[in-house]
């Protein structure tokens, strides 16, 4: 079916998926369901409806400048804060019960794998078992990666994406719930809801994102450091990829080193990690990389929502629902079990799955709904965190399964 704008209207197109970002932008600050849903979340709704009531076309050169251009300039943007060692420092329990969640990512995966491997086929589900690892431990940019990284085509990755972002919504709708019942709270530690202030939650989100003051020579450093980053590590891959030669006979380590040796994207996220940690101190004092990157973020996951055919996914490829909730179910249960175990805080592991499904953003909007002022900050950190390492584990993860 024909859509009402041609994929040739570049500026009607442009218009609308930079109004629909902003519109997922305004809607989670003000919005309190919007704020529990988070913007990412939001941002591909609007996208899905908009291309499923046949307003916009599925396919247009506007959407693939984004994926190519600007989603590589996000993820330095993104990690301009990567600082590892206040990671680590700041985030305390958080990062411990991140871990704890990005193992139960990898155990749903195996389990999605071995469930669905018959039905859904080679080597589809070893690509999708991939990118939701990545993505379910990272987030959006993460998908992407491992996906261009494969070229995966849109058979697999659409309906994918539908199935991800309605589980994610549905997840995250069940996290809530989880955080107020009296059984588990009855049964987990919870020192942040008791000392939560649920009456300022609403301000809280709008002021995690407050008007700072950004130069223009602000705007200059950050994004000089972006494109140097991503240009550095498109040059290293492009003579790493000469250095290596053919290791197709070579063993299994050889061949999984030259494939995160050479994979754009984990060499952006390393490059942008290392720089952000040696040069910390000198980049603290740089406004805006986070909004810019944040931004490119929203509008990115804008995009990838438009090719989603909805009916399609329902009705032809289904089993992509069950393969995404296995995973995020065996998450959140596999989180819980353990940190039952270790008598973890319950805001803290409820945080760190929303951290590996949702990525920084999600994070910082359930804590910030739910009133946990103190772990607004370790939530953003942990997620910052999940974008550095889901590339590569998504990338290895399609490597084991594929051989």
């Avoid at 994918?160 to 009296?182: R, T, Y």
């Avoid at 300022?200 to 140097?228: C, P, T, V, Y």
């Avoid at 990829?241 to 050889?254: I, M, N, P, Y």
Wanted: net charge neutral; with cysteine.
């Amino acid at each position: 079916m024909t859509s009402l704008l041609q994929p040739t209207d570049h500026w009607a197109l442009w218009a609308i998926m930079i109004g629909g970002t902003g519109a997922a932008i305004w809607l989670e600050q003000t919005q309190r369901w919007a704020a529990k849903l988070s913007g990412p979340v939001v941002a591909l709704l609007i996208a899905i409806t908009l291309s499923n009531t046949r307003i916009m076309p599925t396919d247009a050169p506007a959407y693939d400048f984004v994926g190519d251009w600007l989603v590589p300039l996000a993820i330095p943007l993104l990690l301009f804060r990567a600082n590892a060692l206040q990671i680590f420092r700041s985030t305390g329990r958080v990062m411990v019960c991140f871990h704890i969640a990005a193992v139960g990512t990898l155990l749903g995966t195996v389990l999605a794998w071995l469930a669905l491997r018959q039905a859904i086929g080679d080597p589809a589900v070893a690509h999708a078992s991939g990118i939701m690892a990545a993505s379910y431990i990272g987030g959006g940019v993460n998908f992407f990666a491992v996906k261009t990284s494969y070229a995966v085509g849109d058979a697999v990755t659409n309906p994918l994406l539908v199935a991800d972002n309605f589980v994610m919504a549905g997840m995250f709708v069940a996290l809530l719930g989880i955080a107020a019942s009296s059984f588990f709270r009855k049964h987990f530690p919870h020192p942040h809801t008791l000392d939560a202030d649920v009456g300022g939650a609403e301000n809280l989100a709008a002021k995690h994102w407050q008007r700072k003051g950004i130069s223009l020579l602000d705007l200059a450093k950050a994004l000089a450091f972006a494109f140097m980053v991503v240009a550095a590590a498109d040059l290293t891959g492009r003579l790493t990829r000469a250095a290596f030669g053919d290791v197709t006979r070579a063993g299994f380590a050889l061949q999984m080193l030259q494939v995160l040796c050479t994979n754009k994207f984990v060499l952006i996220t390393a490059m942008s990690l290392a720089l952000a940690t040696l040069l910390h101190q000198p980049l603290a004092h740089v406004n805006g990389p986070e909004e810019i990157g944040t931004y490119l973020l929203y509008l990115f996951l804008f995009v990838i929502g438009l090719p989603a055919d909805v009916v399609a996914v329902l009705f032809k490829t289904p089993l992509f629902f069950v393969f995404c909730g296995i995973i995020a179910v065996v998450n959140l249960a596999f989180t819980l079990l353990v940190g039952k175990m270790f008598r973890l805080p319950l805001e803290e592991l409820l945080l760190s799955v929303n951290a590996t499904l949702g990525g920084a953003p999600s994070a910082a909007a359930m804590a910030t709904s739910c009133g946990w002022s103190r772990l607004i900050l370790p939530g953003i950190l942990a997620g910052i965190w999940g974008y550095v390492i889901g590339t590569p584990i998504g990338v290895l993860v399609v490597e084991m399964l594929k051989r």
